[in-house]
């Protein structure tokens, strides 16, 4: 079983739509991250949490929302969903700043999600 | 804040070494990273180099920072088929990592 996951993997749906997407990780990290992919765009930094209790935004936040309901789940949401937010998106999870860690990200498989 | 930039594709002929090359803009960034992506899964960690460090090398994989440029490249030996995917840059920023636009590497035979 993978360690980060994801669901939906894939979801179309209309403008105007709510949606959320889900991840729950079996890693034991303290941090998860919502990015989303675009072609030619590389990955750009929606939301970030570094424990239950702190919530911050990264680079493209409007439009979107976060819940961190548990240190295992982070769960996204877009409350009217339009076109531009077609993307894939991923979730994310490290284990913190201590003195052995690199900071490197564990990714899960991802959720494309197609607006009309 | 910071700004990582890479190429968007880069062909090689199986058998050659394949060079990526990255720019970041954060002198403070702690670590660089080399993630790839394959075909419709998720970025996985390819290498890493810390701050204070010249060089890197694993096995086919070599990574070169020179800080003073801001400058970050990874060298792949003897590239296969195998090694198509989009490969991103990505550097440490003040507890974030931020991630290039990935170049593809495509394999011609």
């Known amino acids: 079983d993978a360690d980060v996951t994801q669901t939906p993997r894939n979801r179309i749906t209309k403008t105007g739509k709510r949606i959320m997407l889900e991840c729950s990780q079996t890693?034991?990290?303290?941090?998860m991250y919502w990015y989303r992919q675009d072609p030619g765009l590389g990955l750009r930094l929606i939301y970030y949490?570094?424990?239950?209790?702190?919530?911050n935004k990264g680079e493209i936040s409007d439009g979107y929302s976060v819940s961190r309901q548990a240190q295992a789940k982070f769960s996204l949401s877009l409350e009217s969903a339009i076109p531009n937010q077609t993307a894939l998106y991923f979730c994310?999870?490290?284990?913190?700043?201590?003195?052995?860690?690199?900071?490197?990200?564990?990714f899960g498989e991802g959720s494309r999600l197609t607006v009309l | 804040g910071e700004d990582v930039e890479q190429s968007l594709f880069l062909s090689v002929r199986e058998g050659d070494s394949s060079v990526i090359n990255c720019t970041y803009t954060?002198?403070?960034?702690?670590?660089l990273y080399w993630y790839k992506q394959e075909p419709g899964a998720g970025l996985q960690l390819l290498t890493y180099i810390f701050s204070n460090m010249d060089m890197k090398q694993d096995q086919r994989l070599t990574v070169l920072l020179n800080k003073k440029d801001k400058h970050l490249s990874l060298r792949i030996a003897d590239t296969q088929t195998g090694d198509s995917a989009i490969y991103f840059c990505a550097a440490s920023s003040a507890s974030k990592i931020i991630f290039g636009s990935g170049t593809r590497l495509s394999i011609r035979p």
């Open positions: 949490s570094f424990d239950v209790k702190d919530i």
């Open positions: 890693k034991g990290h303290d941090r």
């Open positions: 994310a999870t490290s284990g913190g700043q201590d003195a052995l860690d690199t900071g490197e990200l564990f």
């Open positions: 954060d002198s403070s960034s702690t670590y």
